[in-house]
């Protein structure tokens, strides 16, 4: 079963803060996703990537960056942070067919 | 529109009675993804599909592999720990292999 941990778990912040949350994942999996979850919305891509360097935008990227480092660590960063990007972060990675998702970070951005 | 619709939103069963649950593609998909997320927030992978059906335990689920536009997920005998969110995820397939996800269907089972 593939390895994908967050970090932090819950994050609260000021509008206009500094945030980046953590993802790294221990199965040498080449895709790697960040996607917010909202009431009414179910879960929206925000970027992904297939490898070190490489970065895809998703769905939703507007006021998200994200960089993947390695193939293990893929973070995500919002440089001035805004109450609407208040919501649930899943990172996930794939192996040939099937995504496996981190158990989430609760962001509330004040 | 949205590209993948499911339905329906909320539902609740009686312990030990039959549902099913049904997510419609509104463009032909590669395959489908279905996921329980659980009270504490975790997404537990239920099945992927490319193709045709699979079952696990007293779950069942069938990807339609002649137009590729809906895929169901049959709960028989419902139980209490079936609780919980249950989406279904579309696969764009290609080299830049997306999922676009259903708004869920809310599933309540009481005793």
């Known amino acids: 079963e593939a390895a994908v941990t967050q970090s932090p778990r819950n994050k609260v912040t000021v509008t206009g803060g500094n945030v980046t949350l953590s993802c790294r994942q221990t199965?040498?999996?080449?895709?790697m996703y960040w996607y917010r979850q909202d009431t009414g919305h179910g879960l929206r891509l925000i970027h992904y990537?297939?490898?070190?360097?490489?970065?895809q935008i998703g769905d939703v990227p507007d006021g998200y960056k994200a960089t993947r480092t390695t193939q293990e660590d893929f973070f995500l960063l919002l440089e001035l942070a805004s109450p609407s990007q208040t919501s649930l972060y899943f990172c996930?990675?794939?192996?040939?067919?099937?995504?496996?998702f981190g158990p989430g970070t609760r962001l509330l951005v004040l | 529109g949205d590209q993948v619709e499911q339905s329906p939103s909320a539902l609740s069963l009686h312990e030990g009675t039959d549902s099913a649950l049904r997510c419609n593609f509104t463009?032909?998909?590669?395959?489908v993804q279905w996921f329980r997320q659980n009270s504490r927030g975790s997404l537990i992978s239920l099945f992927y599909?490319?193709?045709?059906t699979k079952e696990n335990g007293r779950l069942k689920s069938a990807f339609d592999s002649k137009e590729r536009r809906y895929s169901t997920l049959h709960i028989r005998d419902a139980q209490l720990e079936d609780s919980g969110t249950y989406f279904c995820?579309?696969?764009?397939?290609?080299?830049?292999?997306?999922?676009?996800f259903g708004k869920g269907t809310l599933l309540t089972v009481t005793p």
């Open positions: 599909l490319a193709s045709g």
């Open positions: 990537s297939y490898g070190a360097g490489n970065l």
């Open positions: 463009t032909t998909m590669r395959s």
């Open positions: 995820a579309a696969g764009s397939g290609g080299s830049n292999y997306k999922l676009t």
């Open positions: 996930a990675s794939r192996d040939q067919d099937t995504q496996y």
């Open positions: 199965n040498s999996h080449n895709y």
